[in-house]
């Protein structure tokens, strides 16, 4: 298990403890021991998260594994669970970690978050394989110009309209679009 240096670590970042910054601590560990993490914190996308929230765990996880939104090796997939998806490019390793329910049940604040920082990951999460396959290195995308706001968007955000480029944000969407 980390040190509970690495504890106050992300205290430090998310700027409080908490049982959510707990349970990404606990989820950290986890990774580690199933993957047999080494060097960490990641200096580029050699380890990759896929979260499926946007919830207080995900700072311990960019302030100990370094996946980062900026990097590219964070990628949300909100799904509103406390699941996460680990991922070493070098190796395809994956795990997919799953918090159990009913963990807190009854208990304090504080009594959930010392159980989630002192307690081994297997008897939090459910250890499983990875849904989703290892996401792609990041790319860059050119920018055009959106023809209604004029910003500067990345192509994979454009959408046509009236045979111009337009952001997602100024798109109309067709309201039968997707049936």
């Known amino acids: 298990m980390l040190d509970l240096k690495y ?58 594994l370094g996946c980062t939104y900026g990097k590219s090796n964070l990628i949300p997939h909100i799904r509103g669970k406390m699941a996460f998806s680990f991922y070493v490019r070098a190796t395809g390793a994956s795990v997919r970690l799953v918090l159990k329910n009913g963990l807190g049940d009854g208990l304090s604040r504080d ?27 990041a790319r860059l995308f050119p920018s055009v110009e959106c023809a209604i706001c004029g910003e500067a968007t990345a192509e994979f955000g454009l959408r046509v309209q009236d045979l111009k480029m337009v952001c997602t944000d100024c798109y109309d969407a067709y309201q039968r679009e997707g049936f």
């Open 111 to 137: 009594e959930y978050m010392n159980l989630l920082i002192s307690t081994p990951y297997e008897q939090l999460f459910d250890v499983k394989e990875a849904t989703y396959e290892l996401p792609e290195p």
């Open 7 to 64: 504890w106050d670590k992300c205290a430090e970042f998310h700027g409080h403890k908490c049982p959510g910054l707990a349970i990404g601590f606990a989820a950290v560990n986890g990774a580690i021991a199933e993957l047999g993490l080494k060097n960490y914190p990641a200096l580029d996308e050699e380890i990759v998260c896929v979260t499926e929230n946007d919830a207080c765990c995900v700072d311990a996880i960019q302030v100990l």
